[in-house]
């Protein structure tokens, strides 16, 4: 996996041109459920971010192709649930691992539609849960809302910190060490309250979704 990953960065460092397509097809891999607990997409895009700032991988190309193939690989399993939920549970990888299955339609029934956008951010649920809300009949109009919504929130999360991390030390400087940890702690901090933020309005949802 590891001689995958660095040669497919390799190759778009030395590509620039090929930035978008090859981001495109490696996450539509990533959010593809047959296709992401194979396919090492998370860190190749990762991995292509910390060249950003070297110059060797562009910013824009790499965050649309990551936008719009995580778009796409959700769109296409959500559509492969609607239509054939009840021939996919029985093919790899439900029949292999039942409990990811039973797990990801748990998490579709206690959110409901918000599941498809949280699911994106948990690693083993990510391509999971848009079969899952396919097999649930969730509503088009609901699933591109939480899809395309999460797409442009998770792209950047996973591009720019690492992108962020590769500048400062490219430009790292023993003197202003106390500034770079002043940085990270209130980074953190806000992150930190993003995230609870999140929660909290996720939950303000469910309860809402629950009592109509």
Known sequence: MSELIASVVHFIAQNAVWTFPIMFVTA???SFAFVSLIFPGLAIIIAAGLLVPSGAVPLLPLLAGTILGSIAGDAVS???GRNY???LAARWPFSGNPRLLARGEALFRRFGSVSVFIGRFLGPFRAIIPVVAGM???PA???WTANIASALVWAPAIILPGSAVA???KKFDPE?????VTGGVVIAVLLIAAAVFVVRQTRTLVIA????
């Open 176 to 180: 202003m060490l106390w500034l770079y």
């Open 209 to 212: 979704s629950d009592a109509k």
């Open 136 to 138: 649930m009949h969730l």
């Open 28 to 30: 539509f891999a990533e």
């Open 141 to 143: 109009r609901q699933f």
């Open 167 to 169: 500048l400062l030390w």
């Open 85 to 87: 939920g009840h021939v």
């Open 78 to 80: 959500w559509w492969l």
